[in-house]
């Protein structure tokens, strides 16, 4: 059974830095790009970032480009997003999000429950 | 990237079927047979239901069927039960490994 599990989130200043995990398991994880998808409270879904199976290309919304960075460690089974000068508008609920293929172009068949990160002074 | 183009809500009886449309442009939806949509009940996260624009995940009811002309993806529930009452989100392959959703709709069963 796939699990995505996603932990860091919380409550930053304007400004302000965090670091998202996901700890995956139930399939090859190496095998897989990754993504990030977010949703602000009451709002829709919106895809933030994807990184390929081997970790060695990484791809970004243009909301979150130059202050969040992707990335993974595959021995651990891990994925990270760092998210550094945060805004409001940055708050949501960040979902980590299995790719069906080993670059991010055939979709996402499985999500994690959710940390949410809140941005406010 | 815009956002794909969803109606608000759509609205059905039990055992009616309804549609719903997602509406993109030349550079993802028309571009690709790769649009995926997702049903997110109040509090979880989303679930696959269609991928690759007609494909249904092992599990999925076929009650569930995707279809693609131009633009414009669409997702047919028929049949509609309570469970069926849910958001929904179309989501396309946008081009240089970048994705974008559609707006959501909120699906109500009379």
């Known amino acids: 059974e796939v699990q995505l599990v996603e932990s860091g989130g919380g409550l930053v200043q304007p400004g302000g830095s965090l670091r998202l995990s996901c700890a995956a398991s139930g399939f090859t994880f190496s095998n897989y790009a990754m993504n990030w998808v977010r949703q602000a409270p009451g709002k829709g879904l919106e895809w933030v970032s994807a990184i390929s199976d081997s970790g060695g290309t990484t791809f970004y919304a243009d909301s979150v480009e130059g202050r969040f960075t992707i990335s993974r460690d595959n021995s651990k089974n891990t994925l990270f997003l760092q998210m550094n000068s945060l805004r409001a508008e940055d708050t949501a609920i960040y979902y980590c999000?299995?790719?069906?293929?080993?670059?991010?172009?055939?979709?996402?068949?499985?999500w994690g429950q959710g940390t949410l990160v809140t941005v406010s002074s | 990237q815009s956002a794909l183009t969803q109606p608000a809500s759509v609205s059905g009886s039990p055992g009616q079927s309804i549609t719903i449309s997602c509406t993109g442009t030349?550079?993802?939806?028309?571009?690709?047979?790769?649009v995926s949509w997702y049903q997110q009940h109040p509090g979880k996260a989303p679930k696959l239901m269609i991928y690759e624009g007609f494909k249904r995940p092992s599990g999925v009811s076929n009650r569930f069927s995707g279809s693609k002309s131009g633009n414009t993806a669409s997702l047919t529930i028929s049949g509609l039960q309570a469970e069926d009452e849910a958001d929904y989100y179309c989501?396309?392959?946008?081009?240089?490994?970048?994705?974008?959703f559609g707006t959501g709709t909120r699906v109500t069963v009379l």
């Open positions: 989501c396309s392959y946008a081009g240089s490994s970048t994705y974008v």
């Open positions: 999000a299995k790719d069906q293929s080993l670059l991010p172009t055939a979709g996402i068949d499985y």
């Open positions: 030349s550079s993802d939806v028309g571009s690709y047979n790769l």
